[in-house]
């Protein structure tokens, strides 16, 4: 472990070997909390490689729960994290809107490491009972359209780090590498990085995994969302390479609205802004929310433009099936409650 370490510190890369061992007895909880947290923050501080990151989500992935919902095409909207603006929770918001528009939702997610609220926090809040067994996680997916994958339930040795993570409150590899271990192996991914450094690193590891299609977005003022005031940049992640173009509310027949008229101060306040949204009422992050859902529809190809997606967004949240989905996803999560 000194070796592995002292080679990061020296701003060397790891061999896929080295990443996987070391991050192996991470999860396995071989290594001490003292160690973990000096390693973590050695590679913030050197920045992670793409063939880093696409090992140790090999790691993750060996170690997780998984599911495999009869659900086609599957899709997940999350970003990294670590952005330190404290926005409403754009990303689970436009799941539920995707879900609405008839598209199938594994929404990964946990709760707020570095951010005010995160997507476990304000589910919970809104009513979802987000400690489902993986299989009725599944059965949410098939029969509502939206299931919520609670990361500590999938990725039982994250335990091992998670104390670790709290106490160092900033982002860490472990933001990066969450969007690409979705227990439920989506395909079909919109995933937010809050610098143009990180969105071409996530970029490259994400067409490394063998994705069919993931949007890597980035606002560039610096957020893991689309930017409700300037432009974003999105990252096309296929196969066969990687297509780079931004967008901007214009794009879409939005209008710009200042960042600060999307940012909450506490929980309750996303809460609360998260309910009025999914109930059309006029938030300013409404736009932010229909304009990711309109990218992840596009991306799992049920549009055939962003555009379009954005139309079939704005559709699914103002006739309220968006909201609609919650309230079933609810109330099956309540229901597998009772039976379990």
């Known amino acids: 472990m000194k070796a592995v370490l002292e080679k990061v510190l020296s701003g060397e890369a790891l061999e896929e070997t080295e990443g996987r061992a070391i991050f192996g007895a991470m999860m396995d909880g071989e290594v001490s909390p003292t160690v973990m947290a000096a390693f973590l923050a050695a590679m913030r501080t050197r920045g ?46 436009a799941a539920l809107v995707v879900a ?35 299989q009725r996680v599944a059965r949410s997916i098939e029969e509502v359209g939206f299931g919520f994958l609670f990361a500590p339930l999938f990725h039982p040795s994250m335990a091992h780090a998670a104390p670790v993570r709290k106490e160092l409150g900033v982002r860490t590899i472990f933001n990066m590498l969450g969007p690409m271990v979705n227990p439920a192996s989506v395909d079909h991914q919109v995933v ?26 980035h606002g560039l003022e610096g957020l893991d969302e689309v930017s409700p005031q300037e432009e974003t940049l999105v990252l096309e992640v296929t196969p066969q390479g990687i297509v780079e173009e931004t967008v901007s509310p214009k794009t879409f027949g939005f209008p710009f609205v200042p960042l600060d008229e999307i940012k909450v101060s506490g929980r309750e306040e996303a809460v609360e802004r998260a309910r009025a949204i999914l ?5 300013p992050a409404r736009y932010v929310v229909i304009m990711e859902a309109g990218m992840a529809i596009y991306c ?41």
Request: some cysteine; proline content about 4%.
């Open 48 to 93: 992670e490689t793409p063939q880093e990151l696409a090992a140790l989500a090999r790691v993750m992935m060996d170690r997780a729960v998984r599911i495999s919902p009869r659900r086609f095409p599957l899709v997940d909207t999350c970003g990294t994290g670590g952005d330190g603006q404290a926005t409403v929770n754009v990303s689970t918001l």
């Open 300 to 340: 799992a190809g049920q549009a055939r433009t962003p555009l379009q997606g954005v139309d079939r967004a704005q559709g699914a949240l103002e006739s309220g099936r968006a909201l609609a989905v919650l309230e079933r996803a609810i109330e099956f999560s309540r229901g597998a409650a009772v039976e379990v």
């Open 192 to 217: 937010g990085v809050p610098t143009v450094a990180g969105a071409y690193i996530m970029a490259h590891a994400f067409q490394m995994l063998g994705k069919k299609k993931v949007l890597v977005i």
């Open 279 to 283: 109930e059309n009422r006029r938030d």
């Open 100 to 134: 609405g528009a008839g598209v199938a939702v594994a929404k990964h997610g946990n709760r707020s490491v570095s951010s005010k609220c995160g997507s476990a926090d304000v589910l919970e809040d809104l009513g979802l009972d987000i400690t489902l067994i993986p």
